[in-house]
């Protein structure tokens, strides 16, 4: 069952007609790991399970642009659907999921009558907008890279957690490029003696020259 309070802030300090206006326009659908979901304009709630939001460039590569874990959602308005003509963004279960949607037409009813809670729209929706930005800057960068900037990211975002626990499989995904062009490339930092590694497990060992790396001039 989904903690509503923990997906909107304000959830408490709505009536409960209000609350009542949100819950009977939320569909609810259950997938199996690695569906597709469709695409449509508004907030995907994840109530069990885990959502995988791809941004796949013209190339065909694709590439996890954001990741909704329990309790957390994403909004897709049409403008960030449709923000970049050389990318689009594909959907799909990261488990077996249940996956509460609100259609935006239905939030925009709940905000023209509740223009305080704006805020909170557009504060997830700079995030995924800083989510997208990010991926057409690192997107033309070489891997080698596009891996040293995903990991002094995961750093700052841990609050500086020097070991991250993720495999190769999961980084080639997260990049858009095969596991073995990853192990290949982490081998290089390792040789250069930016991370140490174990099994499922990349240890920062110097950020400072992982960010030397990322702004050489040679690729």
Do not use: C
């Amino acid at each position: 069952m989904i903690s509503w309070e923990s997906v909107f802030p304000f959830w408490n300090a709505l009536s409960d007609l209000q609350q009542s206006e949100l819950l009977d326009n939320t569909i609810i659908r259950q997938y199996s790991e690695g569906e597709g979901i469709k695409k449509r304009h508004g907030i995907y709630i994840v109530s069990e399970g885990g959502l995988l939001v791809y941004v796949v460039h013209m190339s065909g590569r694709k590439r996890i642009l954001l990741q909704g874990k329990e309790s957390e959602l994403i909004i897709l308005t049409f403008e960030f659907l449709n923000a970049s003509e050389n990318m689009s963004l594909e959907l799909r279960a990261k488990k077996d999921s249940e996956i509460y949607f609100i259609p935006f037409e239905a939030w925009e009813k709940f905000r023209e009558k509740h223009p305080e809670h704006q805020k909170f729209v557009i504060d997830v929706l700079s995030k995924h907008l800083l989510a997208l930005s990010t991926s057409l800057y690192e997107g033309m960068e070489n891997i080698g890279k596009q891996l040293a900037m995903f990991l002094l990211r995961q750093f700052d975002e841990n609050e500086k957690t020097y070991e991250l626990r993720i495999s190769h499989e999961e980084l080639a995904e997260q990049l858009g490029t095969t596991r073995e062009v990853i192990t290949r490339n982490i081998s290089i930092l390792k040789q250069l003696g930016f991370v140490e590694t174990g099994r499922n497990r990349i240890q920062i060992v110097d950020p400072a020259g992982l960010q030397l790396y990322i702004e050489q001039d040679v690729d």
